[in-house]
Each structure stands twice: as structure tokens, then as C-alpha cells.
């Protein structure tokens, strides 16, 4: 059984004019656990609206959702909270951290809510969890006052502190060096696999979306199965002949 489906989901928003902008159009996919997929997409073509409506945040305008067999639509919103605050993790693009806090106060938001032991080692948690992903020496340090990089590895750590069993990442490796965003790939591998986690990633980067087991495109609203390695093999051709305008890759994935 699928941990989450969508079943030919439509997204519309209506426009100060009155006419209607389709984002999204009749996109049907699944991810069960342990699923590693990737979605690479030009800026603006509705991947962050499609996690949205993975992570249960954001409701498509047809279709349906559905998170282990049980449909989304007929929940109540406070079972919906809390069955999102238990099973998914979110990485934001923007972060999302509560300014004036500390590292550490942001990662131990998410276990405010959890029962029995993690709830009473909730703080130790989060500094463990700070400290595998690099930043154990700055966890009393306001998050807001943190570099762009240090930001982007506090929110992961927000993300995953719960093990949570469906992780959503909005461009993770977006604000960091190769170094650090392939360490903190590395880790979010690690952590899913832990698990038995599904994790999806929205990605620019080929060598990112590279890693996981499956690829996706999202383009004019559709989403569709991407072949990377021909992809490579355009940015490999885009880089070794100069020419004016969009690089080859650009038009293949992103």
C-alpha cells in the first residue's frame, strides 16, 4: 500500500481579473515508504504547490489525496494537524525558522506535541539531531543571526527530529556549498533509510535529483517521468560548446 497518493489532482487559483491560473493538471502518482523520488521543474512551474499538496498543507482544487489509504478530503482539520505533525517533515525552501529563538528552540518546536519519552527529552533530542548536521556548536545561537547555509541546516534538522515517516525537501541543498548541501543529502538518505521513510525532493540540481530512485519533470502543470541521463548528457554538451540564450539542460529538467 502507497503511503501517499495523488489521483489526478487539479490545481487552480483565481486572479484578481477573475480568470482562473491552472498550476497543476490531472497529476496521479505514488510514494510508498522507502521511496526516494526527485521533481526538477523551472522556477514557477508549480513543484512547491505539488509538495504543498503531498505534505497535506495545500488542498487540490479536484481530485484526491490520499496518506495510507485514507482519504485526505474527509478528515477533520484537527485530525488532519495532527496526523501531519506526526508523519511529515517539511524542508522549505524559505526556512521558515521562528525568529528570536535559538537553533535549538526551533528544533525542539516539532517535539511539543510528541508523547512519553521524546516529549521529556525533547531538548536533548534536538541537540543530537543539531549536531548531526553540523551545527552542535551552535545551538543557543538565534537562528535568524545563523548564515543562509547554517538557516537551511537548522530547518532540516527541524525536519527530521520527529523520524518522520513522509519527508518533503523544497530545494534543501539550496543555500549550501557542494560540500555541506552533499553532506546534508547524505543525511537525509541516512535518516530516511533509518526509517523506512519516503523522501521527496524538488530540486534544481542534477546531481541532488541524481540521487534519488526515481525522477520526475513537472512542466506546463503535468508531471512526468524524466530520463536523467540524458540530461547529463545535455549539460555535459551545453558546457563544452559556448552558445547564446538558455543552456541545453535548462530546456531537458529544470
Known amino acids: 500500500m502507497s503511503l501517499v497518493a495523488l489521483d489526478d489532482v487539479a490545481k487552480s487559483v483565481l486572479l484578481p481579473d477573475d480568470s482562473w491560473l491552472e498550476i497543476l493538471r490531472g ?5 510508498g515508504a522507502g521511496d526516494h523520488v526527485s521533481i526538477v521543474g523551472r522556477s514557477g512551474s508549480g ?6 499538496i503531498l505534505g497535506m498543507l495545500d488542498a487540490p482544487t479536484s481530485g484526491s489525496v490520499s496518506f495510507e489509504g485514507r482519504e485526505v478530503r474527509r478528515m477533520r482539520s484537527g ?3 495532527r496526523l501531519r505533525g506526526d508523519n511529515v517533515g517539511f524542508v ?15 528544533v525542539t518546536m516539532p517535539l511539543g506535541h510528541a508523547k512519553g519519552r521524546m516529549f521529556w527529552n525533547r531538548r536533548q533530542i534536538a541537540a ?3 549536531e548531526r548536521v553540523g551545527l552542535g556548536h551552535r545551538i543557543d545561537q538565534i537562528a535568524d543571526k545563523l548564515s543562509g547555509g547554517e538557516q537551511q541546516r537548522v530547518a532540516i534538522a527541524r525536519a527530521l527530529v520527529r523520524k518522520p515517516v513522509l519527508i518533503l525537501a523544497d ?3 539550496g543555500a549550501l556549498d557542494i560540500d555541506t548541501g552533499a553532506s546534508v543529502m547524505s543525511l537525509l538518505d541516512e535518516v530516511a ?6 523522501l521527496v525532493t524538488i530540486t534544481h540540481d542534477l546531481h541532488v535529483a541524481a540521487r534519488a530512485r526515481r525522477h520526475y519533470r513537472l512542466d506546463a502543470g ?4 524524466v530520463d536523467l541521463g540524458r540530461a547529463f548528457e545535455a549539460s555535459t554538451l551545453a558546457a563544452s560548446v559556448p552558445s547564446e540564450g538558455t543552456p541545453a539542460v535548462a530546456e531537458s529538467v529544470s
Open 171 to 173: 530545494e534543501p541543498t
Open 128 to 130: 543530537d539531531m543539531l
Open 222 to 225: 503535468r508531471l512526468e517521468p
Open 79 to 81: 485530525r488532519l494537524d
Open 92 to 106: 522549505f525552501q524559505q526556512f521558515n525558522l521562528l525568529p528570536g529563538r535559538t537553533a535549538l528552540d526551533n
Open 47 to 52: 513543484k512547491s504547490t505539488l509538495l504543498n
Open 193 to 198: 533509510t533509518e526509517t523506512d521513510a519516503a
Open 27 to 31: 497529476i496521479t502518482v505514488e510514494v
